[in-house]
């Protein structure tokens, strides 16, 4: 199937092309943390040779209880996500959940990500795609990788042909996902290229009572299924120490272990793609 190559500040993603990596932590707990994890990451991408796209959250606005952490808001949020950009020279991608959001983040970030609740927000989706910047969409987890055509048409209507789309799970009974690899090869068909979300892919979202819990020993195994199927991208959060993290840190990878999952990675990923 003939997939589009998209490009997001020199990383190029689809098509013939290697392997990209998008990580970061699911939120920015502070300014010092998330500069301090942008410069590992781009350090490890570096050596590696990985196209790397860095991800961090300013509101994690869909948490399971109103007193979770939501991340420093929407105006110190992109303060810091422009200084990752500066110091970092990577692109860099954040999460948006309304038209506002859109316009704002939009002038800042390289990647506008489309949360897999709000995948079926027309409005939302339109306005993202109106920016003319990569539109990454999160499959709901509600939804099927047919219906995907849906949102694609929806970042179309509004004049975008920069799309992503991501895999991270779909509801398997109550506080459970599972992934389904089916779903990368039809979304793919679509035209554009398909991402793998393995951490997310390993949440029990709300499985906690008032908190989402997840097993990170499952990513690793998850995601190279997902290379081996064919994907064009691989999504991860990390951090230093997870099991301190203020989000999601039971699925969250330890950045130490980073190197040595994409090295496993990456072979796959050659294997496949001839």
Same mark, same amino acid.
């Given at each position: ?7 997001? #500040? #020199? *990383? ?6 290697? +392997? ?17 994890? /942008? ?20 509101d ?17 949020? +992109? ?13 860099v ?6 038209? /506002?959001?859109?316009?704002?983040? #939009? ?51 509004g ?23 089916r ?6 068909g679509?035209?554009?290229? *398909? ?10 979202? #709300? ?20 290379? /081996? ?46």
């Amino acid at each position: 199937m003939k997939v589009k190559t998209v490009s997001v #500040g #020199g *990383v190029k993603i689809g098509g013939r092309n290697s +392997l990209a990596l998008i990580a970061g932590p699911c939120v920015i707990e502070s300014r010092a943390a998330c500069l301090d994890l /942008a410069r590992r990451l781009t350090r490890l991408a570096r050596r590696e040779e990985i196209p790397f796209i860095f991800k961090a959250s300013y509101d994690k606005a869909n948490r399971s209880s109103h007193r979770a952490f939501r991340g420093p808001g929407l105006e110190k949020g +992109l303060e810091i996500l422009a200084e990752v950009k500066e110091a970092c020279g990577v692109p860099v991608l954040t999460d948006v959940h309304s038209v /506002a959001e859109v316009v704002a983040a #939009g002038r800042v970030v390289d990647v506008l990500q489309i949360p897999a609740f709000l995948a079926r927000q027309t409005d939302l989706l339109a306005a993202a795609g109106a920016t003319r910047r990569v539109v990454n969409i999160k499959k709901g987890q509600f939804m099927s990788p047919e219906e995907m055509a849906n949102a694609v048409a929806k970042v179309e209507s509004g004049g975008g042909r920069r799309i992503l789309l991501t895999e991270r799970g779909t509801t398997f009974g109550y506080n459970n996902l599972v992934a389904d690899m089916r779903s990368l090869p039809i979304m793919r068909g679509l035209g554009y290229p *398909v991402v793998f979300d393995a951490t997310h892919s390993v949440q029990r979202p #709300g499985g906690g009572g008032d908190h989402s819990i997840g097993d990170r020993d499952w990513a690793p195994y998850l995601a190279r299924a997902a290379v /081996a199927t064919g994907c064009d991208g691989v999504f991860v959060e990390t951090y230093v120490n997870p099991d301190t993290a203020l989000c999601d840190g039971p699925n969250a990878l330890f950045l130490k272990d980073l190197k040595k999952i994409w090295a496993q990675l990456k072979a796959v990923d050659e294997v496949v793609r001839g």
